[in-house]
């Protein structure tokens, strides 16, 4: 405790650390403040309706990313989900089309280009789920709007609205990632989910101690155990890593000898972070979209299937999608080919293997053998959900047992966590941990963004 005290005056006595921290907090404020305002002329008070309707299934789930907002009716209640979306079809793009293939390879230009249709095309999508989003408002409380007010009429200043509201909040995560602490994205995700912790943990408290069994301190106290387990083998997970030796021969320029040395490149086990899981989240939003068009008595049990989190067709496809999008995110990401070149340029070699082909093609199995085991955990982490809920677990407490919610959490978390450290190091104070050094991570799949 005493170490934990001392680190965090630390903390306090480095100035530009100071300064990030309570720049970063006052964002998230902001942040947060916006998600209690509500839509001009809708009446929060008549939202029941949207509340209802967002407490179980996909909904819960787009309510939970938005921090609350999307059952608000507010000015963010699309959220950052958008920007998002548009990221993912980019990065196919730059995989799939010539055109970004060679536009990523241009250096910092080129992702400048992207970096603009990414945003782009976030807009196009905004136009889109804007009024979806109006129109699923309407159908749920209609009598919402206030009297006078057309529907026709509010639609277009609505929609430009929730449109400026998801924009705001990209800029307000870009600015957290200039001035503040962590990356800006993916702390505006990990608030808006952790938002609704203290209140789904108190709800499943009075559901366990409410149970006409009397054994519900015992299933809660199962049930933390379980979770706890759960959060160490995602932080075992985000920082596991395969490390391969290198040995760079040595140089001899004038009286000055260079190289010689053995160093390590570190292959995580989770090189892809929790991308995969939100490409697949994002894509499992698609049947939800087609649901607010159609009465969901008359739906195909497909449909209804895919739009159910816990049913079994739902949490296969879910996972499938997981593992594909692990193995294409890190292929993306790590190019075996590209980190051969850069050894053999730099007289850097691994024992036993020829420089070149030969060790892109060890990287490259080396990389398959570790994302195997690593996608599917983060599959079975992804759907311990529906597990929770077949134990009884109310659904808004069962969502923190794994998913896309618990390796947000924990990677945020770690991330934020090594980017103090490293303020902290480099001013010669200790660490965050006694007990070793956190993991050099990097949220890289929303940090990209």
């Given at each position: 405790?005493?170490?934990?005290?001392?680190?965090?005056?630390?903390?306090w006595?480095?100035?530009?650390?100071?300064?990030?921290?309570?720049?970063?907090?006052?964002?998230?404020?902001?942040?947060?403040?916006?998600?209690?305002?509500?839509?001009?002329?809708?009446?929060?008070?008549?939202?029941?309706?949207?509340?209802?309707?967002?407490?179980?299934?996909?909904?819960?789930?787009?309510?939970?990313f938005?921090?609350?907002?999307?059952?608000?009716?507010?000015?963010?209640?699309?959220?950052?989900?958008?920007?998002?979306?548009?990221?993912?079809?980019?990065?196919?793009?730059?995989?799939?089309?010539?055109y970004?293939?060679?536009?990523q390879r241009?250096?910092?230009?080129?992702?400048?280009?992207i970096?603009?249709?990414?945003?782009?095309?976030?807009?196009?999508?905004?136009?889109?789920?804007?009024?979806?989003?109006?129109?699923?408002?309407?159908?749920?409380?209609?009598?919402?709007?206030?009297?006078?007010?057309?529907?026709?009429v509010?639609?277009?200043?609505?929609?430009?609205i929730?449109?400026?509201?998801?924009?705001?909040?990209?800029?307000l995560?870009?600015?957290?990632?200039?001035?503040?602490?962590?990356?800006?994205?993916?702390?505006?995700?990990?608030?808006?989910?952790?938002?609704?912790?203290?209140?789904?943990?108190?709800?499943?408290?009075?559901s366990?101690?409410?149970?006409?069994?009397?054994?519900?301190?015992?299933?809660?106290?199962?049930?933390?155990i379980?979770?706890?387990?759960?959060?160490?083998?995602?932080?075992?997970?985000?920082?596991?890593?395969?490390?391969?030796?290198?040995?760079?021969?040595?140089r001899?320029?004038?009286?000055?000898?260079?190289?010689?040395a053995?160093?390590y490149?570190?292959?995580?086990?989770?090189?892809?972070?929790?991308?995969?899981?939100?490409?697949?989240?994002?894509?499992?939003?698609?049947?939800?979209?087609?649901?607010?068009?159609?009465?969901?008595?008359?739906?195909?049990?497909?449909?209804?299937?895919?739009?159910?989190?816990?049913?079994?067709?739902?949490?296969?496809?879910?996972?499938a999608?997981?593992?594909?999008?692990?193995?294409?995110?890190?292929?993306?990401?790590?190019?075996p080919?590209?980190?051969?070149?850069?050894?053999?340029?730099?007289?850097?070699?691994?024992?036993?293997?020829?420089?070149?082909?030969?060790?892109?093609?060890?990287?490259?199995?080396?990389?398959?053998?570790?994302?195997?085991?690593?996608?599917?955990?983060?599959?079975?982490i992804?759907?311990?959900?529906?597990?929770?809920?077949?134990?009884?677990?109310?659904?808004?407490?069962?969502?923190?047992?794994g998913?896309?919610?618990?390796?947000?959490?924990?990677?945020?978390?770690?991330?934020?966590?090594?980017?103090?450290?490293?303020?902290?190091?480099?001013?010669?104070y200790?660490g965050?941990?006694?007990?070793?050094?956190?993991?050099?991570?990097?949220?890289g799949?929303i940090?990209?963004?």
């Open positions: 405790m005493k170490k934990f005290i001392d680190t965090l005056k630390n903390i006595k480095i100035e530009d650390l100071r300064t990030r921290i309570l720049i970063t907090v006052l964002f998230v404020a902001i942040y947060r403040f916006g998600s209690k305002i509500v839509l001009p002329g809708i009446d929060y008070n008549s939202l029941d309706a949207l509340h209802k309707q967002t407490e179980g299934g996909l909904m819960s789930l787009l309510d939970m938005s921090g609350g907002a999307f059952s608000h009716a507010s000015i963010f209640a699309l959220g950052i989900m958008p920007y998002i979306s548009a990221s993912i079809v980019m990065q196919i793009l730059a995989v799939a089309v010539p970004f293939q060679k536009m241009e250096g910092e230009s080129g992702r400048k280009k970096s603009m249709y990414t945003r782009y095309l976030t807009v196009a999508i905004l136009l889109f789920q804007a009024p979806s989003y109006l129109i699923n408002l309407k159908y749920q409380v209609g009598s919402a709007l206030a009297s006078g007010i057309s529907w026709p509010f639609m277009i200043p609505a929609t430009i929730l449109a400026a509201g998801s924009m705001f909040i990209l800029w995560g870009e600015r957290i990632t200039d001035k503040g602490i962590g990356n800006g994205v993916s702390l505006i995700i990990m608030i808006g989910i952790i938002a609704r912790l203290p209140q789904a943990f108190v709800q499943e408290v009075e366990r101690f409410a149970a006409a069994t009397g054994g519900g301190l015992v299933m809660f106290l199962i049930e933390i379980i979770l706890y387990a759960v959060v160490c083998a995602s932080i075992v997970l985000v920082q596991g890593v395969r490390k391969i030796p290198v040995q760079y021969a040595k001899v320029v004038g009286n000055k000898t260079y190289g010689g053995r160093q490149i570190p292959l995580k086990l989770f090189a892809a972070n929790v991308m995969p899981i939100i490409f697949a989240q994002a894509l499992m939003f698609i049947p939800l979209a087609f649901m607010q068009y159609a009465d969901p008595q008359n739906a195909s049990w497909f449909m209804r299937s895919m739009t159910d989190h816990q049913s079994w067709l739902y949490n296969v496809v879910f996972a999608l997981i593992i594909a999008f692990t193995y294409f995110y890190t292929a993306i990401t790590l190019n080919t590209q980190m051969a070149e850069d050894m053999k340029r730099n007289n850097g070699f691994i024992p036993g293997v020829k420089p070149g082909k030969d060790t892109a093609e060890y990287i490259d199995t080396i990389m398959s053998r570790i994302t195997l085991p690593g996608s599917l955990f983060i599959a079975f992804a759907i311990m959900p529906a597990f929770a809920g077949l134990l009884d677990v109310k659904q808004e407490f069962a969502q923190f047992f998913g896309t919610s618990l390796l947000i959490l924990v990677g945020v978390v770690l991330d934020t966590l090594q980017q103090i450290e490293s303020h902290l190091l480099m001013r010669h200790d965050l941990l006694s007990s070793g050094r956190i993991h050099g991570r990097n949220m799949g940090a990209a963004y």
